[in-house]
């Protein structure tokens, strides 16, 4: 074989291992693109759910909390509203699927008590980035030890499913007017102050 004709064997062969590579190379990079987009579909999802989140129920929310919070006021108890955008108590892990969140509880406490909320029933509102509603839940019945960082996972009994675009604040206005009467018996029953926190 000549060296003309093994030169052009050998770019040949060359050639076609460049073409091959640009080609898997496209193909990444076309992998790299449909999978950015989707991580900004999602995040602008997220983005959407949060924002109708905030503006329907946890709007509501809020204004009803300052309205019954003057009427918890009391060193034995404690009366939280906790949520996605601020948290002192309950908090989510999987943010990517529960992107919106609020957490309305009550609980008893001694003088300095760090287990407030530990084994509390609480209300649970929860969006989800996969549809266009929220839930209500009442989650930890039992009154079990709680994972913080992990409520989503907890004990649950599903009150209701709502639309942002089409719910009625009045009638989960009853669950919760419901939860806490219910809640503030079962502490007036249950709880006992540690008489040495109390003491000076």
């Not at 300052?66 to 906790?82: G, H």
């Not at 992107?99 to 287990?115: E, H, I, N």
């Not at 806490?180 to 502490?187: A, H």
Request: glycine share 2%; hydrophobic share 30%; net charge negative.
């Amino acid at each position: 074989m000549s060296q003309t004709d093994l030169n052009r064997k050998f770019s040949e062969i060359v050639q076609s291992f460049h073409n091959k590579c640009e080609e898997q190379h496209h193909a990444i990079e076309n992998k790299k693109e449909r999978e950015r987009k989707k991580e900004q579909e999602q995040a602008k999802r997220k983005e959407d759910v949060i924002k109708k989140f905030d503006d329907t129920i946890l709007k509501d929310l809020q204004t009803f909390f300052t309205e019954i919070k003057s009427a918890f006021s009391s060193p034995y108890l404690e009366l939280v509203l906790d949520t996605h955008g601020q948290h002192e108590y309950f908090y989510i892990h999987d943010d990517d699927h529960i992107p919106a969140f609020a957490v309305l509880a009550v609980d008893a406490k001694s003088k300095d008590d760090d287990d407030v909320f530990n084994c509390a029933c609480y209300l649970f509102f929860v969006a989800s980035s996969r549809d266009d509603s929220f839930e209500l839940s009442l989650n930890n019945k039992s009154r079990e030890f709680l994972c913080f960082g992990e409520h989503e996972d907890d004990e649950r009994t599903t009150l209701q499913t709502y639309s942002f675009d089409d719910y009625n604040f009045e009638e989960i206005r009853g669950h919760i007017e419901k939860y806490l009467t219910e809640e503030l018996s079962y502490l007036q029953k249950n709880f006992n102050v540690r008489k040495a926190e109390w003491e000076d």
